[in-house]
């Protein structure tokens, strides 16, 4: 049975153990293996294709949640409607990408519980400021605060019980009902609403007689507290996922098509494969393509990372997203939509996001058991306590605080968050982390193997050398820009690549070349023709020797033969050029402790001397495409552990088989579907800037979860002892998550 893949966004989650039971419910179903993010509020359904949709929803709204497929996006208006940008921003504020309704509401509802219950904490932990009958306008002001400020909580805690489960809001909701309960119980049945009753505040579980003992500003403090880290939590998560949000903001709104000559605005939406369309200085390309006239410069800093624009011509292609700085261009259009790299980049990012790593689902397991015990732990604290002391305050202080203490927020976030901003860092400098498990490879790899061409090489034929015969092979005279003026000649009619880089390297040291008279391709072998007067012939050493001329040494890769007029004049040597950067990429993998090795199918002598000159030591060479997987099984049988960075369709199987996949954003699609990181720019140093940003970011979850476990193993036997006052706790609390998202946003910094 064939299934498909749906992602639906999760309302009504207030914490990691809501995750857990909407993940585990859906998992229950028949055939469906489900991953819920609390951080994205999305859940990854994997689930055969005749289950409808909407019984996943409806399983999710049983759970006590609500569920929906993210909604499509807009239909585009006619060609000849308004513009996308002429469109008034401010006519649908909802919609403003830079507002977020849910952190205006919590805004909205912190500042009025604020404003209520700091009068109410004042009140109660300084006695000077207490006169007869404080004790009420402490009730009147918290009043509000517990009711109204904590009613999502007691909202989802009533939901939940219905539904037989409990979540941090249940915690939440216990400890502050049950601190104003036990207040009303004092004040109206109790010593506590008497004339002149003063109340001491202390930082452990108070003793004081039951009562006259009032819990005011436990309950108005834990929910504003708690109310506080939602809403710094809130905004914290938004900046995570900022980077995507910018990704996904980043194409054109609307764009000049060339429709009979004449330009017609159209909205991106609208724009269909062969399209060609203007870009004028200052524009966004409104989707990939190929330019067809004009000349520019082009800044893909937001997509590759990198800040120096790249010069454009007729027949380059160009990426949707990146700003046109100079001349105008008219590009014809090769991918639209979701097929652009935009898209692609901003989707695979999402996915990512999306993902859990193993620490996180170890986390997701023990939360989904957490609140339960925590609720045992208050319990048994309440009757430990009254068994031992007997203190019915100090007892019901001490378990209030142990609901409070032990909300298990930060486990939750504690991954999530992190990998939101790594990735998002990542996107921003054009290295794409397909998903968590990547994160764990980047830590283990050992070895990593570079494909040569087009990953260290540029994978373009250059004229690297010239050499003209001497001594007895004198050449009467013939110097090299005489060679090279009359090979190139030639080889300008040719569309070999050898032959390509040959006339270019020519015309770049003798300048314009003339034309031949004759031209002839030898299949195989080379060219010959005539030139100046002179026959030519540019090509193998067996070209010549079939025309009887003599060739001094022996045949090398790479090498070309030049002869004319029956003697052999000379040698040019082409290769595949090592990019500039390549050394020092080679130099930081291995500041990072790996060991780099060089793999090729090109002959062993030009991968020896690319090896050289970049500072590798290991070299596997004249490898066929299929036997690269093999190479890559050999080193893993060896007790290594391999990362790959290839670009080309031959590299995709390795690339797959590796324990780390890296391949460059300049290759082919294949190479980057396989791969587990893609780096869009084709720069090796960005292969170790990958795996050092996997790492960072991989620590930064364990430290994270180092926290948060930390932070609960040692709070709740405090809470339980009775030395921690229960608004403390809630502060502390708080304050825990908000440590965990402040530290994942460090990751932005990355540089």
């Keep these: 049975m064939t299934s498909t893949i749906t992602e639906l966004t999760i309302g009504g989650m207030t914490c990691a153990s809501c995750a857990a039971r909407v993940e585990k419910k859906l998992n229950r179903m028949e055939g469906v293996t489900a991953s819920v993010n609390y951080a994205t509020e999305k859940a990854r359904v994997e689930h055969p294709e005749d289950l409808p949709v909407t019984d996943l929803i409806a399983t999710v709204v049983k759970t006590g949640y609500t569920a929906a497929e993210p909604p499509p996006p807009e239909p585009e208006p006619e060609p000849d409607a308004e513009p996308a940008e002429a469109a008034d921003p401010g006519r649908d504020p909802g919609r403003d990408p830079d507002r977020d309704p849910e952190v205006d509401a919590l805004r909205q509802r912190l500042t009025v519980c604020a404003v209520l219950a700091l009068p109410v904490v004042l009140l109660a932990m300084v006695p000077a400021l207490q006169f007869d009958h404080w004790q009420w306008l402490s009730l009147t002001l918290a009043a509000p605060v517990v009711v109204w400020g904590g009613l999502p909580f007691h909202r989802a805690a009533w939901t939940n019980l219905r539904h037989g489960a409990a979540t941090m809001d249940t ?3 216990v400890g502050t009902l049950a601190a104003f309960g036990w207040s009303l119980w004092a004040l109206f049945l109790g010593d506590a609403g008497m004339p002149g009753m003063r109340h001491g505040f202390d930082l452990t579980a108070s ?19 708690i109310l506080l880290g939602r809403y710094l939590e809130a905004r914290a998560k938004r900046r995570a996922g900022a980077a995507l949000h910018a990704l996904m903001r980043l194409g054109a709104k609307d764009v000049a098509v060339l429709r009979g000559g004449t330009e017609v605005r159209i909205p991106v939406g609208a724009l269909r494969v062969g399209d060609r369309f203007v870009v004028r200085p200052g524009e966004k390309i409104a989707t990939d393509g190929t330019v067809t006239e004009g000349a520019s410069a082009v800044d893909a800093s937001m997509l590759t990372g990198e800040s120096v624009p790249v010069d454009v011509l007729p027949g380059d292609s160009v990426t949707g997203g990146c700003v046109n700085t100079s001349g105008r261009l008219v590009v014809e259009a090769t991918r639209v939509g979701a097929d652009t790299q935009l898209a692609r980049m901003a989707k695979l990012v999402e996915d990512a996001q999306n993902g859990k790593a193993e620490v996180q689902r170890l986390a997701d397991r023990i939360s989904a058991v957490f609140v339960p015990v925590v609720i045992l732990i208050a319990l048994g604290t309440l009757v430990a306590w009254l068994l031992l002391t007997g203190e019915t305050t100090a007892a019901f202080t001490a378990a209030v605080a142990v609901l409070i203490i032990a909300c298990p927020c930060a486990l939750g976030l504690a991954t999530p968050t992190a990998l939101m901003v ?19 490879s980047t830590r283990k790899v050992d070895t990593v193997v570079l494909d040569k061409t087009g990953t260290v090489t540029t994978g373009r034929m250059e004229l690297t050398g010239t050499h003209v015969y001497g001594g007895a092979y004198g050449s009467g005279g013939t110097d090299e820009a005489e060679l090279l003026r009359l090979a190139g000649a030639l080889e300008h009619s040719s569309e070999h690549p050898v032959a390509q880089a040959v006339a270019a390297g020519a015309a770049a040291v003798v300048g314009e070349l003339p034309v031949p008279k004759t031209f002839e391709n030898v299949p195989g072998l080379g060219v ?45 040597t082409v290769a595949d050029a090592v990019k500039e950067t390549s050394a020092e990429a080679v130099e930081r993998l291995r500041g990072l402790g790996l060991r780099p090795v060089l793999l090729t199918g090109d002959a062993r002598s030009v991968a020896e001397r690319v090896a050289a000159e970049v500072g590798i030591d290991e070299v596997i060479a004249e490898v066929l495409p299929q036997d690269k997987v093999d190479v890559v099984r050999r080193l893993q049988a060896e007790g290594r552990v391999v990362a790959m960075v290839g670009d080309g369709v031959n590299d995709a199987a390795a690339l797959a088989t590796a324990d780390l996949g890296l391949a460059m954003g300049t290759g082919t699609d294949a190479a980057i579907e396989a791969s587990d990181l893609t780096l869009v720019r084709g720069d090796l140093r960005v292969a170790a800037d990958a795996i050092r940003l996997s790492r960072r970011t991989l620590a930064t979850i364990k430290g994270n979860l180092g926290w948060a476990f930390g932070y609960n193993v040692a709070a709740l036997p405090l809470a339980a002892a009775g030395l921690l006052n229960p608004m403390i706790a809630g502060l502390a609390m708080a304050f825990s998550s908000v440590f965990v998202v402040t530290n994942s946003l460090r990751l932005r910094r990355f540089s």
Aim: overall charge negative.
């Design 171 to 173: 915690l939440v909701s």
């Design 422 to 440: 790594g990735t998002g860092r990542g996107a921003q400098l054009g290295i794409l982390i397909k998903g968590p498990e990547v994160l764990e």
């Design 207 to 225: 003793r004081e007689h039951a009562s006259s003992t009032i819990y005011l500003e436990v309950a108005a403090g834990v929910v504003t507290f």
């Design 528 to 572: 010959r023709g005539s030139v100046e007067g002179h026959l030519v012939l540019v090509g193998r050493a067996a070209l010549l020797t079939a025309e009887g001329i003599e060739v001094p040494g022996q045949a090398a890769p790479g090498v070309v033969h030049v002869a004319w007029d029956g003697r052999a004049r000379g040698t040019l």
